[in-house]
Each structure stands twice: as structure tokens, then as C-alpha cells.
């Protein structure tokens, strides 16, 4: 999947808001003939079809072609990187209070959340996903390409349960696990 920022641009450049299968025809079309990708291609970038597949480089350089961009790289202001290595985890409690942290993961979920101290984070921004603004969770940690697990959901003041009193959690990206993580220790 796309990185969020890269979606957003699409939707912004293309005028689609991809709530109909149409549309990912519409953008199909709307690709150079030279970069032209498929409509199935788009839905697995746009993370409305799964895909274990990560894209190959030609397809990103033509999202960013379509863009206006040179190529992936320059797109995204990326260094490329030599190594196969590519871990991405951060323990919560290493996250300093006021920091924010953005989280994606299938089909077009996005999660923006602020750290407020011993291992909680309020929700600011929700896309698509069943956390809301101003929520208040419980994570240990973050880490691409693994679900996120949420111990604990504080919604309105009130710890969230089931019907028989037991605390609700919540897992993201259960299949796939997060597809971006992003933390602004500067916030």
C-alpha cells in the first residue's frame, strides 16, 4: 500500500474519492500510456484490494510520474538504502510526551495519535477505523509490518467493555500488519 500522504495526493490530483469501483478505472486511464497501471494495480496501492506483493520499483516510479515527480525516490525525498534490513519498532515508553505518531495499515486505514505519558497516546486523527478522535488508548509498542495491538480503550472517560464487564482492546492491521510508521519526537 501507498504510503497516506501519497493516497491523498491522488485523490487531490485525480478529483476521485474512490467510493466505486469506476474510479479505479478512471485513474487506470488517466496514467501516461507509458506508465499506465492497471486497475487492480491501483485498488492493491490504494489498499483497497490485499496484496503480500510489495510493488515493483517501475510501478512506483509511475504513481510518481503521475504525480509529477521524476521518480519514487525523489517523490519521497529517500536515500536508497543498500541494506535488506528494514525493522521499524519503538517501544512507547521511549516516546517522550508531546510526541506524535502516524499510523496506516489496510484497506485505507490511518491513525495520528499524541503521546501523554506512561505508555497512553489520545487519538488526534482517525481514518477509516474504529478508534475516534480523543480517545485515549494503551499501547506497549509500535512496529511496521506487525499488527498494533491497543490493551485498552478509554472512550468518553469510560474504560470500553463488552457486555459481560471485560476491557475491550483493539488490534490494527491484523492481516498485514502497519504499512507506515512515522514518530514526531518534535511535537
Not at 11 to 35: H, T, Y
Not at 93 to 100: K, P, Q, T, V
Request: proline share 5%; net charge negative.
Amino acid at each position: 500500500m501507498l504510503p497516506f500522504s501519497i493516497i491523498e495526493a491522488i485523490r487531490q490530483k485525480s478529483g476521485l474519492d474512490f467510493s466505486n469501483p469506476k474510479d479505479f478505472e478512471v485513474l487506470s486511464e488517466s496514467f501516461p500510456p507509458g506508465d499506465r497501471l492497471g486497475v487492480n494495480t491501483l485498488k492493491r496501492l490504494m489498499g483497497y484490494a490485499k496484496s503480500p506483493i510489495e510493488p515493483r520499483k517501475a510501478t512506483l516510479d509511475a504513481v510518481a510520474h503521475y504525480l509529477g515527480s521524476s521518480n519514487w525516490e525523489t517523490l519521497n525525498g529517500i536515500q536508497p538504502v543498500e541494506s535488506d534490513w528494514v525493522e521499524k519498532a519503538f517501544f512507547a515508553d521511549e516516546i517522550r510526551e508531546g510526541a506524535s505518531v502516524e499510523a496506516s495499515w489496510f484497506p485505507d486505514r490511518h491513525i495520528a495519535l499524541r503521546c501523554i505519558g506512561e505508555n497512553r497516546f489520545r487519538v488526534t486523527k482517525s481514518l477509516n477505523g474504529k478508534l475516534r478522535p480523543d480517545d485515549e488508548v494503551l499501547i506497549y509498542s509500535f512496529r511496521l509490518q506487525y499488527p498494533l495491538q491497543v490493551l485498552q480503550v478509554v472512550r468518553d472517560g469510560q474504560v470500553m467493555q463488552d457486555a459481560a464487564g471485560n476491557e475491550l482492546g483493539y488490534v490494527a492491521g491484523k492481516q498485514n500488519g502497519l504499512t507506515e510508521l512515522f514518530i514526531n519526537e518534535a511535537s
